[in-house]
Each structure stands twice: as C-alpha cells, then as structure tokens.
C-alpha cells in the first residue's frame, strides 16, 4: 500500500496486489474479462433522444402508416402533427409493432367537442383489451386533424410496455363529436418493440407527418 485510498484484491489464492486509488467521481466496477475491480466513470443519468425516421414520415396513401427499424430504445417517443383520414368519423390510433390484437390497455380522460358546452363533454375513459391505442377521433366532417404524442416506457424488455398519451383533435368546417384524449396506459405484448404505426380505422391517412425517438 502506498497511497491513501489504496485497496487490496486477490488476483489468486492467498495472493494479494494493490488498486491504486482512482480519480474523484470514478467508480469501482468489474472489468471486461470479469477478473479483477477496476476505476471508471461514474455512469450518466442524461437521457439521449435521437429521431430514428430522419426528417419524419408522411401520414399518406395508406390506412396504416409504419415506422420500423427500431431497436434497443427503451424509451419511445413518437409525435404526430395534423394527422387525417379521407373519410368522416375515423379513429387515428397507434399499434405497436403491427400488433391487430386484443393487447392494449388505455385508461384517462376522453374530451367530446360539439356545438354547445355541456358538463358531461369530459369524462372518464378506458379501453380495456382493445386492439390499438386510440388518439384523437374525427367528427362528422372530414376536415380535422389530430396532433398529439406517445411516449412509451420499458420498450426494450420483454415485460409490460407502459404509456402515456395525449392527443387532441382541431374541429373541421361543421364537424361535431370529435374527442380528444389524456390517459395512460400498457401494452401486453411480449418481445421488444420494433416498430410503431399510425392508422386510421376508416380511410386512408391523408395529412400529418409522424416522428419517432428513442433513447
């Protein structure tokens, strides 16, 4: 020992050599061939976003648009801006990894815009084994857009995948009974997720652009 801080380790049987003292803020870990205690960084709690669709994806020509590719993020955050389907009444809703079954979970707030305010146009909402996540709803005119975000935890990991929405829906001319969304919520599937996709439950998506980060 020569220095203050120095510790001792085996490197075999009834065999000891020195670890010098490290440098302030270093940690002590194990090292690459998993054989002796080393100094290093202390790791970083910064969380890092990168877009994985470069410059986004248009939301046209298709009733499910797919972003894929995507791999050892477990934090997911996908932003759509003016979604729309060609046709009235359309749902815009996510699924994940193209999955069309009964795995979603979505509890929260669901807003209704009509033509006149009334106490009961915000209420509770949950959609229990559903087969999407759904974001905002187009009324009776196929006029409006849907922008909002889905930020999605523990998406590389083989357990539940959690979520949170929000999403809201700008009237089209004379349209009614749009709904907006604020909840939370869990996908059930296994697997890691690799892609993520916008769809319209009626009509091809014709506006809106989508971006997807991980980190």
């Known amino acids: 020992m020569t220095t203050a801080g120095d510790i001792l380790y085996a490197t075999a049987a009834d065999t000891l050599t020195r670890l010098g003292i490290g440098t302030a803020g270093q940690v002590l870990k194990v090292n690459s061939g998993a054989t002796a205690p080393e100094w290093a ?19 046209t020509g298709a009733a499910t648009v797919t972003v894929s ?22 749902t815009i809703s996510f699924q994940i990894n193209s999955d ?9 707030a669901v807003q209704t815009g009509g033509s006149t305010y009334a106490a009961s146009n ?13 974001a905002g709803d187009g009324g009776t005119d196929a006029g409006y857009v849907c922008s909002g975000g889905l930020m999605i935890t523990g998406a590389n990991t083989s357990g ?9 829906v700008t009237l089209g001319a004379g349209a009614n009974t749009n709904r907006n969304r604020f909840s939370m919520g869990y996908w059930s599937g296994s697997g890691t997720i690799t892609s993520i ?19």
């Open 41 to 59: 960084a202390a790791p970083t709690s910064d969380i890092n976003w990168t877009l994985l669709n470069s410059g986004g994806t248009a939301l």
């Open 69 to 90: 590719g995507i791999s050892n993020k477990n934090m997911i955050m996908v932003l759509i801006s003016e979604a729309s389907s060609a046709n009235a009444n359309s």
């Open 100 to 108: 069309t079954g009964n795995n979603y979970h979505q509890y929260g």
């Open 122 to 134: 915000t209420a509770s909402g949950s959609n229990t084994s559903t087969d999407r996540i759904r």
């Open 160 to 168: 539940v995948k959690a979520y949170q929405l929000l999403a809201g």
């Open 197 to 215: 996709s916008v769809v319209s439950n009626s009509g091809n998506l014709d506006n809106g652009t989508v971006w997807v980060y991980g980190a």
